[in-house]
C-alpha cells in the first residue's frame, strides 16, 4: 500500500509517488517507474527485492539504487528486471536459480543482488517479462532470450539446465512479444500466430498435450486470429484478440 502496515479493502493513495509511467507486483513487492527513467519500489524485501541497496522492508516508496534511463518493468516473484532505453537490462533482489542473469547464483534464501546488475551479453532488447524465478526478453529481430530456473524447459533451449546468463530459446523467430508464467513462457509470431514453452501439467502450452516441452510449441486454433497480445499466469495462458474477445488455455 505504500503507506502503511494495514490491510485495505478500498484503493489507498502510494506516498510520493508522481510522474508514474507503469506498474509491476511481484510476490509481496510493488514497482513504479516513473517517466524520467528511474524507478519507485515498495513492501517486502528479505532477498533485496527493493534494489535500493538494503534487506529492509519499507512501507513508503524507495528510490532503486543507479537506476536510470529504464523503459519498462517487471517484478517476478522475488526478484525484478528493468529493461533500458539502450537495450539492456538489470536486475536485483533473488539469484537462487540464476535469475538476474548476471553470471553468478547466490543460492536459495539469500539476496542475490540489493542493487541493480546488469544482465549478461544482453543487448537489443525491447520487451522483458518476468516469472517467479525465471525473466525472458524480446529483441528487435525477433528472437527471445530467457534466463534463470529452467525446471520443464521454462528457458525453451532445449534442456531443464537452469542458466544464470542470457540463453536463446530454440526455433523461436518473428516474435513481436513475449510473456513468462510461473513455469512457462508464450511468443506471439507476427503472422498471428503463437508459441509456448516450458510446464504442461494444466495445458497451459495450448498444444492438445499435458506434456512439457523445452522447446517452443504451437498454440491451436489461434493463427488467423488477429492476436493483439498474450499473457502467461501461474498454469495458464490468455491472448487478447484484435476484435476485443479473448482466448484461454489450461488451468
Known sequence: LGQQNTNSTTPVAVTDITGATAISAGGSH???????????CWGYNYLGELGNGT??????????????GATA???GYEHTCALLANGTAKCWGSDGYGELGNGTTSGLFVAGSTVPVSVSGLTGATTISANTDSTCALLANGTAR???????GALGNGTTT????????????????????????????????????????RGQ???????????????LGIIGSGVS???????????????GSVKCWGD
Open 55 to 68: 534487506t529492509t522492508d519499507s512501507i513508503t516508496p524507495v528510490t532503486v539504487s543507479g537506476l536510470t
Open 229 to 243: 497480445a498474450i499473457s502467461a499466469g501461474s498454469a495458464h495462458s490468455c491472448a487478447l484478440l484484435r476484435n
Open 30 to 40: 510493488t514497482f513504479a517507474l516513473l517517466a524520467n527513467g528511474t524507478v519507485k
Open 146 to 152: 530467457c534466463w534463470g530456473k529452467n525446471l520443464f
Open 162 to 201: 537452469d542458466s544464470n546468463v542470457p540463453v536463446a530459446v530454440t526455433g523461436l523467430f518473428g516474435a513481436v512479444a513475449v510473456t513468462a508464467g510461473y513455469g512457462h513462457a508464450c511468443a506471439l509470431i507476427a503472422d498471428g500466430s503463437l508459441r509456448c514453452w516450458g510446464f504442461n501439467s
Open 73 to 75: 518493468i517487471t517484478a
Open 205 to 219: 502450452l495450448g498444444n492438445g498435450t499435458n506434456t512439457y516441452s523445452a522447446t517452443p510449441v504451437s498454440v
